[in-house]
């Protein structure tokens, strides 16, 4: 069944069954492969996205109940003054070891700052808490999180 998708600004048909999950859209139909794998079953975080601005798990969201939304992955999260801030402050602080996880921390960190700009640590671990880095950077992707808010806020003022 063909079905049309609103990824990044740009509409994609794709030609596959309604309940094939986002996830293997993006990546095995569109080529998009910043959204990784993890543990199939929405409790790693690994392939989390944007719809419709809200942190979603890709890997159980059936392609058929995205509809018209939009759809938002790690490929152009950059391009927002809060993705590319949470970016920078992820190098900054040196919060990738092995890299893998980092896609989806990367989505829900930009999601929390989107809707929280000035997170309490109690704001930050609610909000990541779904999200696992099997090499324990917690304690760094915490401090990221406050300089890119540290960062934004500058900016504002």
């Not at 939009?70 to 402050?89: C, D, L, P």
């Amino acid at each position: 069944m063909e079905i049309k998708l609103n990824v990044n600004g740009a509409v994609h048909a794709v030609d596959v069954d309604g309940d094939t999950p986002l996830l293997w859209v993006l990546r095995d139909v569109l080529g998009m492969t910043g959204t990784k794998f993890g543990c199939g079953m929405a409790l790693c975080g690994a392939c989390t996205v944007h719809l419709d601005g809200q942190p979603v798990r890709s890997c159980m969201t059936p392609v058929e109940s995205v509809g018209a939304g939009a759809v938002t992955t790690i490929e152009v999260i950059g391009r927002t003054a809060v993705g590319r801030r949470v970016q920078q402050a992820w190098t900054a602080k040196e919060v990738p070891q092995c890299g893998y996880c980092q896609s989806g921390q990367i989505m829900a960190a930009t999601a929390l700052l989107n809707v929280n700009p000035a997170p309490s640590d109690a704001d930050i671990d609610q909000a990541m808490s779904g999200n696992v880095c099997r090499c324990g950077t917690y304690a760094r992707i915490r401090e990221a999180i406050k300089q890119a808010s540290r960062d934004l806020a500058a900016n504002r003022s």
